[in-house]
């Protein structure tokens, strides 16, 4: 149907931030509320795609129709995406994955001694990048949340870790980026075609980006 454009195609989001574990009472995480992927994954929904989330911890309702995978590190999140990436035609990456995790993970709380704690880090596993590497029919999105140099920094992403698609993400502007109902950003498509979006609501932000997959998925 006309509407229902994405009928019978199976897309992939993921949302919200990671979390890197360093005790039984603290952890790294980021600031990520998960609207983003979640508003994705409900207009790919409505567009009658069969969506599954993988989302970290967020306060969101799940969107209605959509089959949810919860995580909490990104450990989790690869293995849960990795796991279905043969079967979709779609892998949108909007979560803010935690690029470190703590080298050592205590099993006991860490208790307080000097006026200076150091934590040692190590690179977590890039997702993204691995999605690139194991690429076969799918169309794969990447998000590039910038504070500068915006649309050459996406670009970078795109072309370093094989996407199809990158939406940068000004997150150092008001109303947009972590946290806020509205967003404003850049979708760049790897034939250089380029779209500049004014700040709009997520869900139509979701609609646009969706937008762009479709063209893509026409190819
Ligand atoms: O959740 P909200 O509050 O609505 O905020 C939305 C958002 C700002 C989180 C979203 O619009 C956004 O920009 N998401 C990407 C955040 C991010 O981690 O960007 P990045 O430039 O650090 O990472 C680039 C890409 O690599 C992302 O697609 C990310 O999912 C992926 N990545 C990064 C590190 C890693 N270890 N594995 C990954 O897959």
Redesign the pocket.
């Known amino acids: 149907a006309e509407d229902k454009p994405l009928t019978g195609k199976k897309i992939l989001v ?3 931030p990671t979390r890197e574990e360093l005790d039984p009472v603290r952890y790294f995480t980021n ?7 979640y508003a994705i994954a409900a207009v790919a929904k409505d567009l009658g795609a069969d969506v599954t989330l993988v989302t970290g911890p967020t306060a969101l309702p799940v969107p209605k129709g959509v089959t949810i995978e919860n995580i909490i590190s ?1 450990k989790d999140m690869y293995e849960a995406t990795m796991s279905r990436y043969h079967e979709q035609d779609v892998v949108i ?5 935690a ?1 470190y995790t703590p080298v050592t993970v205590h099993s006991n709380k860490f208790k307080k001694k000097n006026d200076i704690w150091t934590i040692e880090m190590k690179k ?6 691995s999605l690139g590497e194991k690429k076969e029919h799918q169309v794969l999105v ?5 504070t500068e140099n915006l649309e050459s920094y996406a670009k970078d ?1 795109m072309v370093r ?1 094989n996407l199809d698609m990158v ?1 940068g ?1 000004d ?1 150092s502007k008001e109303g947009s ?3 806020s109902d509205t ?1 404003e950003i850049i979708i760049i498509k790897k034939d250089g075609s380029k779209k500049v979006l004014p700040i709009l609501s ?1 869900e139509r932000a979701a609609h646009e980006i969706l937008i762009e997959v479709m063209e893509l998925m026409k190819r």
């Open positions: 993921t949302a919200g600031h990520s509320s998960g609207k983003m992927g990104t990456k909007c979560a803010a994955v690029d977590t596993i890039d997702i993204l990048q990447g998000f590039a949340a910038e992403k870790k939406v993400n997150v980026g972590f946290g967003n997520k």
